[in-house]
């Protein structure tokens, strides 16, 4: 990592949300869900998180873990902020908007491990925001689907200690360790030096890449059986779709029950700054699963 690359970064964080994006979607009029800012301690420092709760609760809800995307490098929970209130109403969920730690600060596999903590946290005090913390899933777009995959994987290394129902992978990245070259490619597709600089800012050492935590596809099949039903989301002109494919096939052969949709016109990120008709289908289709998932865990 070298003092430009660095630089690059610090300009792209402080640029990044000094202006609106006219290109960010949001999602259609407003939803009926309350915000409020928390910090949850964790060994990694403090994780500042927006919970966001449907107005119309009277029990207590299931639990949504989101986890925000920008290459393990960049981005923060506003990022998700209108999707997640969205998310919310539509699916009962009360939903936990996380701002983990980010490298190169904190190298893999910090974010994981501090994730993990986080749901942690959260199961044992979702009870004070109305939330059930024996009904929890988990989910990310791009870095923070990957997250998801390697938080779930870690609780089965970890003997399965946290209830997660589901996991949502939305575009993620899943295999850090191929260069980034040989991926498909498309016009639309992260440049392939951004790519680079994003892995080499996130891991201390390349051999990490091939760790099943950093890159989940790496994990053995037989290792799968035990994880919480998948949806796995991809679009059509994103250099990442392959792998996240190849990841739902592992699941599928594992056993483990998979709903997979593609959007062929779109390209990586497109349910931040896609179609609008595409991206509110996407997020209906999380919402929806949360909530067909939770009915059957009454």
């Known amino acids: 990592m070298n003092e430009q690359q660095l630089n690059i970064i610090r300009q792209i964080r402080e640029q990044q949300f000094a202006q609106v994006d006219s290109s960010t979607l949001t999602p259609p009029g407003t939803p009926a869900a309350q915000r409020i800012e928390i910090v949850i ?56 908007n996380v701002d983990y730690v980010l490298a190169p600060e904190h190298k893999f596999p910090a974010a994981v491990y501090q994730c993990y903590e986080v749901a942690q946290w959260i199961r044992e005090h979702a009870a004070e925001w109305g939330g059930d913390g024996s009904k929890l899933a988990i989910g990310g777009h791009s870095a923070g689907g990957n997250l998801s995959a390697a938080v779930c994987l870690l609780n089965l290394d970890k003997g399965g200690e946290l209830p997660i129902a589901y996991q949502i992978l939305d575009y993620p990245p899943l295999d850090l360790h191929t260069d980034p070259a040989e991926k498909p490619s498309f016009a639309e597709a992260i440049p392939v030096d951004m790519a680079r600089m994003f892995n080499e800012m996130y891991f ?3 051999a990490d890449a091939r760790n099943p935590l950093a890159s989940p596809v790496f994990a053995p099949i ?33 056993g483990v ?12 990120g497109f349910t931040h700054s896609g179609t609008p008709a595409n991206a509110e289908e996407a997020w209906q289709l999380m919402a929806s699963e949360l909530k067909n998932i939770f009915a059957q865990h009454v």
Request: aromatic letters at 8%; proline letters at 9%.
């Open 41 to 96: 301690p964790t060994a990694y420092g403090d994780a500042r998180t927006n919970i966001y709760r449907p107005l119309d609760v009277n029990e207590p809800a299931p639990v949504f873990i989101n986890l925000h995307g920008g290459g393990f490098v960049l981005g923060d929970p506003e990022m998700d902020d209108p999707w997640c209130a969205y998310v919310a109403d539509l699916s009962g969920c009360i939903v936990f």
């Open 204 to 206: 201390e050492n390349a």
């Open 222 to 254: 037989s290792s799968l059986q035990h994880l919480p039903p998948a949806l796995v989301i991809t679009a059509g002109k994103d250099s990442l779709a392959a792998e996240a494919e190849q990841y739902a096939a592992h699941l599928k052969q594992a």
């Open 257 to 268: 029950a998979v709903t997979q949709r593609q959007y062929p016109g779109e390209a990586h």
